[in-house]
């Protein structure tokens, strides 16, 4: 797949800015884009020239650029061919994946397993499984029990619903996909939170269709501009409870007001992490015709893949028709399991909510101790800071994290254009004592690019 000169361009941001040579700069940049896989294996880089015009700068800096890639193994040339981007070979698989035990991954947002808890809901699933033999095992919407218990979850918390009203996914990001191959086709204009959950970025841009960012500030969410946008997309996507990476919780009186013109997708997979106080009221009580998702991903264990929507019934039965050319459906003991969690109530769990405050103070500490340049507003739930450097050198912090032991998720990760170069994500999800090991290796990373060493210090390219 040829990638062309503008969406390279685009893909890179702000490149310019930060320490350190041009050249070196632009190689970090389009390094992390490949190991964050936003340049897809096997894609084919525009010509130097192509790319010197439209990032307005020299053929030589994007010569040495491509060269010192190709040189650390991250792009392949031949002859009268154009570059291709590739992996080293050396890199070992582990450190590919991003599991290197000796790195410590900052990268994911998502909370180790309750195994006690679980191991119980298991066991109560198997001794109801036998219920389902004598049928074939295939629940177009899900399990009746499940629908069951996450429209009881919907109500204790306020807002009545039947159970013909969900559909029980594999996740949210399944729920997602599901929704946006439904409801768009290409070139259709999606409105999105700008940072937002980077996975939904890519769900809208594999259908094709435009985003139209509108910012999530440091003081929330702008109604007017959100009612603007509406107007010219074909569909909302929203995170207004602990969002995904800002932490923040959208006030009442804005969901109150918001009325947006187009159908509008509200995720809630954070909503059961309110860590100073309730869990938000579910969106649909103040906008009936939300289309709800959630999921048990963040408040038990994404290993259980379980998540749904909430919709009308002709709008699931649309969902469905859609889902039958790739999936059948979802693991029957998992639901049964789920089941029981939700109607125990354990997505709420105290131990576990007292944990993630504790590490979220560790980690503001260890941040206060060790970068004290960096902005990190606290959030009142959720699972992650999101962290506001001086200077815009998140990628390329980023790219050098693992030789200090850190994998950490760069803030263009989370937007388009190349914006949020100044902020990364740091999530809370380990003890104390890792998260404060993390911070200190970043710590020296990010003065290693202050006194622009890191050549120096990583001869050899990491995942
Ligand atoms: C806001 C948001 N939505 C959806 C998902 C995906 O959740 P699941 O694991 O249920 O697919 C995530 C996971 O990080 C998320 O942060």
């Known amino acids: 797949m040829k990638v062309s000169s503008h969406v390279v361009a685009g893909m890179l941001g702000p490149w310019q800015e930060g320490p350190g040579p041009a050249h070196q700069r632009l190689s970090d940049r389009l390094r992390l884009l490949v190991l964050d896989g936003r340049l897809p294996l096997g894609s084919v880089l525009p010509s130097e020239r192509d790319l010197a015009t439209a990032l307005s700068t020299s053929r030589t800096t994007v010569g040495t650029a491509y060269r010192t890639l190709v040189e650390h193994g991250y792009l392949a040339t031949r002859a009268r061919a154009r570059a291709a981007v590739r992996l080293p070979h050396d890199m070992p698989p582990e450190r590919r994946a991003g599991t290197d035990p000796a790195i410590i991954d900052l990268s994911f ?15 109560a699933a198997l001794e109801q499984l036998p219920r389902h033999f004598e049928r074939h095992g295939y629940d177009r919407n ?22 013909d009203h969900i559909l029980i996914t594999n996740g949210a990001q399944h729920a997602l996909a599901l929704l946006s191959r439904t409801l768009l086709s290409p070139r259709d204009h999606v409105l999105i939170d700008h940072p937002t959950y980077p996975h939904a970025i890519s769900t809208f841009t594999q259908v094709r269709a435009r985003l139209l960012p509108v910012a999530v500030s440091a003081s929330g969410w702008d109604t007017a501009q959100l009612h603007a946008a509406g107007r010219s997309a074909k569909l909302a996507y929203l995170i207004p409870d602990f ?46 015709t939300a289309i709800s998702i959630g999921s048990v991903s963040k408040s038990i264990w994404g290993g259980l893949r379980i998540g749904w929507i909430r919709a009308t019934p002709s709008l699931l039965e649309r969902v469905q028709q859609t889902r039958y050319a790739t999936d059948l459906g979802t693991p029957l003991v998992e639901q049964l399991a789920t089941a029981v969690l939700l109607n125990e109530g354990r997505t709420r769990r105290p131990g576990t909510l007292e944990q993630l405050r504790t590490q979220r103070d560790a980690l503001r500490q260890a941040l206060t101790e060790h970068l004290p340049g960096l902005h990190a507003p606290r959030p009142a739930g959720g699972l992650t800071l ?23 998720a ?45 050549g120096a210090h990583s001869p050899a390219p990491v995942a």
């Open 109 to 123: 947002a998502a909370p180790a397993a309750p195994g006690e808890v679980l191991h119980a809901a298991f066991a």
């Open 386 to 408: 999101w962290a506001t450097f001086p200077r815009p050198i998140s990628s390329r912090l980023a790219a050098i994290a693992p030789d200090y032991g850190v994998n950490i």
């Open 410 to 454: 760069a803030g263009p990760r989370f937007g388009i254009g190349g914006a949020f170069e100044r902020n990364i994500r740091l999530p809370y999800v380990l003890p104390p004592d890792r998260l404060t090991q993390a911070i200190r290796g970043l710590a020296q990373a990010e003065q290693a690019l202050t006194r622009g060493v890191t």
């Open 142 to 163: 899900g399990t009746a029990e499940l629908r069951e218990a996450v429209a009881h979850w919907y109500e204790r918390r306020g807002l009545p619903t039947a159970p």
């Open 243 to 288: 969002h995904n990476p800002t932490g923040l919780c959208m006030p009442t009186s804005v969901r109150r007001s918001l009325g947006l013109a187009c159908p509008t997708v509200i995720d809630e997979t954070m909503t059961d992490l309110a860590l100073d106080g309730a869990s938000p009221e579910p969106f649909a009580i103040h906008m009936p």
